[in-house]
């Protein structure tokens, strides 16, 4: 039985330039590589005047280089003309058409291409997939919900929904969102991600903290993402006052840094002096994920009050170091934090009902082997195994219509 070839297509995958952008697609996709061909496209955009934004914006759309070799695996990432700010509902097509040599050139490499975000890059990848005349498969991450809002994004989002070949959803929740919109049920599956147990797992909570200079006895929090408003952290900066007065040793570690959708730590910092602790709050900047445990390690507590998620694999990640999770009922937040042994859910916007949360579990004796153990059953291994089968019943179902 011949085996699939996969051109997994994402303008958000690890570079030397950005070595943590979109590091769940390429924990997920390099997986499935292990038992099918891949090749990997990451489009990156481009503007002839980015350079003089980058004088004043330093980490502005910085640009890898053409090709990495990441694991044993051909990494491209080729430019595509984007204007900052403006015009974004053009980026499906430019990205289309400034990817297409790339395609032409490695075209005997492929046969099924892989995108992930319905838009701009799924829409790109469907025309790539018209125009060559192959499948196209397209993951929702969670982007969906906001681009959605959105009139002109919107219909490409559902334009490419309603050509790629089959949809795979990272929660249920995502997935009955764009049904909602006139997305077809019948060809989405739902495939969560999952957790590296080989490389996430508790180490010496003591041991962990000595090594950050975190006092023994402090209460611990951590929140883990790009430094972007919709992640929340002046969410719980916020409230960190009121939980001071009853937690006086209490720390706060932000673990994150620049992401495509921007950069606000000067205006985190800026609260954190406007609300005078600084000494009990930690930028830690970004973590490569091997190094992610030792904070994980070091907290009590892992909080995020997030205004949108498909699946935080970020949770799982946490809960295999031992960790509760204290987070928003937004997108699948429910799916991953899906028993009160494994956290709190809190209405979004609901700064009383986040204090009252964190306060409440600073208090609790939780089974962190059970969460652990949780987090080991959300393994890889089942994930994978459904994308393998399913690009397979693809490429056997593309083969009996060519015959």
């Not at 403006?86 to 099924?112: E, H, V």
């Not at 959105?150 to 969102?177: C, G």
């Amino acid at each position: 039985m011949n085996p699939p070839k996969l051109l997994i297509f994402s303008s958000l995958f690890p570079s030397q330039k950005r070595p943590t952008a979109g590091v769940f697609i390429r924990e997920r996709m390099f997986r499935v590589g292990e038992f099918l061909p891949i090749i990997v496209i990451s489009p990156v955009p481009w503007f002839p005047l980015d350079g003089i934004i980058r004088l004043w914006k330093p980490q502005f759309r910085p640009q890898p280089a053409v090709y990495e070799n990441q694991n044993g695996i051909d990494v491209y990432f080729p430019r595509f003309f984007s204007i900052p700010g403006i015009f974004k509902s053009w980026d499906g097509i430019f990205m289309a058409l400034g990817c297409m040599p790339t395609l032409c050139k490695f075209r005997g490499q492929f046969n099924i291409i892989d995108a992930h975000f319905a838009y701009p890059d799924g829409y790109a990848a469907t025309l790539l997939g018209k125009w060559l005349k192959i499948p196209v498969t397209i993951t929702l991450r969670g982007t969906e919900v906001p681009l959605s809002r959105m009139t002109s994004r919107k219909n490409r989002l559902l334009a490419a929904l309603k050509t790629a070949t089959y949809i795979f959803s990272v929660s249920d929740s995502l997935k009955q969102h764009v049904v909602e919109l006139g997305a077809e049920k019948d060809k989405i599956r739902v495939v969560g991600n999952g957790i590296d147990i080989s490389n996430f797992y508790p180490l010496d909570r003591m041991q962990s903290r000595a090594a950050l200079n975190i006092p023994a006895n402090a209460k611990v929090l951590i929140s883990v993402g790009g430094l972007v408003d919709r992640k929340g952290f002046h969410r719980v900066i916020e409230i960190l006052p009121e939980l001071l007065l009853r937690y006086p040793e209490l720390v706060y570690l932000i673990v994150g840094g620049d992401s495509p959708e921007g950069n606000i730590r000067s205006c985190l910092e800026n609260q954190v002096k406007a609300l005078k602790i600084d000494a009990h709050v930690r930028f830690l900047g970004a973590y490569v994920s091997d190094q992610l445990k030792i904070p994980l390690s070091a907290a009590d507590l892992f909080v995020l009050a997030t205004a949108n998620e498909g699946w935080a694999n970020v949770f799982l990640e946490a809960m295999a170091c031992g960790l509760p999770v204290i987070t928003t009922d937004v997108g699948g937040n429910q799916e991953v934090v899906n028993s009160s042994i494994l956290g709190t859910i809190v209405p979004f916007g609901d700064p009383t009902a986040l204090l009252s949360a964190l306060d409440q579990a600073l208090n609790t004796v939780w089974d962190n082997n059970a969460i652990i153990q949780y987090a080991k059953e959300n393994s890889w291994n089942h994930r994978v195994k459904i994308l393998v089968d399913e690009f397979q019943r693809i490429f056997d179902s593309m083969n009996r219509v060519d015959n």
